[in-house]
C-alpha cells in the first residue's frame, strides 16, 4: 500500500510542477487578456491549453505579428464559425485551427468525419475508443470564407494551419494537400519561421493594423453570442458528428483518485 502512496506523491508533485511552468507561461503571455480564457480554464482543458501553447508559439515569432483568438464570425449561410487563432502580419492571415486529439487519427481530406481511435485493455481484452471530430481542413475553410466576408472580398493571401497536439498515428491521406498545412505542434515554430522568410511581404503596416481592428470586434465574445454558436453548430453539422471537448479535472477520476491518495498519505505520516 505504501507503494501506491509514493507513486501518487510523485504524480501529484509532477503535476503540480507542470502547473506552475504552466502558469509563469501564462503570467508571461497576452494569452488571458486576448482570450478571456483564465489560468484556470487553461489547466483544466486541454484544447484551451492546445490553443494557448500555439498561441505562445506566435507570440515568439520575430515580425510584427498581430495575434487574435477565439472569434466568432456570422456566415452569409445563417451559419457561424469559431475560429480558434488568426495571426496577420505583411505577408497575409494565416488561419489556425487546433486540435488536441492524440492516438491514431484517420481520415480522408473529403470525409466530413474523421475518427481518432484509442485502443485500451480492460481485464486482459482489447477495447477501442472511437471518437469523431469534424474534417479541420473543410472546418477551417469554411473559418477563411468567413474572415474573406468580414474583409468584403479584399484580395488577401490566407493560409490553413492544422496543428495537432501530440497525435499517435495518422492512418489518412490528408497530408496531401496543398492548400492546408498539417503539423504537429513541436515543429510549427519551425515552420512558421521558413514560411515567413520566403514569403513576399504583400501588405503594408496600414493594411496589417486596418484588417486587424476589422477582425477583433469578433473577439471577445459575450455569453449569448457563444449561446448562439453552440445553437447553430448542433444545426448545421453532420448527424455523424460527435465532438468531446477537452477533459477537465474534476471529470477527471483518475486525478482525483490519485489526490485522493495523497492527501491520506500526508494524513498518514502526520498521526504516525
Not at 502547473?19 to 494569452?31: D, W
Not at 484556470?40 to 498581430?66: D, M, P, Q, T, W
Amino acid at each position: 500500500m505504501e507503494d501506491v502512496y509514493i507513486v501518487a506523491v510523485i504524480y501529484v508533485c509532477y503535476k503540480l510542477l507542470d502547473s506552475a511552468v504552466l502558469y509563469v507561461k501564462y503570467s508571461r503571455s497576452n494569452y488571458g487578456c486576448d482570450s478571456d480564457n483564465s489560468f484556470l480554464k487553461v489547466v483544466s482543458n486541454r484544447a484551451c491549453k492546445a490553443e494557448f501553447l500555439i498561441y505562445r508559439i506566435l507570440e515568439g515569432l520575430h515580425g510584427n505579428n498581430k495575434i487574435l483568438t477565439n472569434l466568432y464570425i456570422s456566415k452569409a449561410d445563417g451559419s457561424m464559425v469559431e475560429i480558434e487563432l488568426v495571426m496577420i502580419n505583411r505577408a497575409g492571415v494565416y488561419v489556425i485551427e487546433s486540435k488536441d486529439k492524440s492516438a491514431t487519427i484517420s481520415g480522408n481530406k473529403n470525409d466530413i468525419v474523421w475518427t481518432n481511435s484509442r485502443i485500451t485493455r480492460y481485464s486482459g481484452s482489447k477495447r477501442v475508443r472511437i471518437q469523431r471530430f469534424l474534417n479541420p481542413i473543410i472546418q477551417n475553410k469554411r473559418h477563411i470564407e468567413a474572415i474573406r466576408e468580414v474583409l468584403g472580398g479584399r484580395p488577401v493571401d490566407m493560409f490553413s494551419y492544422i496543428v495537432w497536439g501530440n497525435p499517435g498515428f495518422f492512418h489518412t491521406d490528408f497530408m496531401d494537400t496543398s492548400d492546408t498545412v498539417i503539423i504537429r505542434r513541436k515543429e510549427l515554430k519551425y515552420s512558421l519561421e521558413d514560411d515567413l522568410l520566403s514569403r513576399p511581404e504583400v501588405l503594408t503596416e496600414y493594411e496589417v493594423e486596418e484588417i486587424y481592428k476589422m477582425l477583433e470586434c469578433y473577439t471577445h465574445a459575450d455569453s449569448e453570442t457563444k449561446k448562439a454558436y453552440k445553437r447553430l453548430a448542433k444545426k448545421h453539422l453532420p448527424a455523424a458528428f460527435k465532438e468531446t471537448r477537452g477533459t477537465k479535472i474534476w471529470k477527471n477520476f483518475f486525478f482525483l483518485l490519485i489526490f485522493i491518495f495523497f492527501i491520506s498519505y500526508l494524513v498518514h505520516l502526520y498521526f504516525i
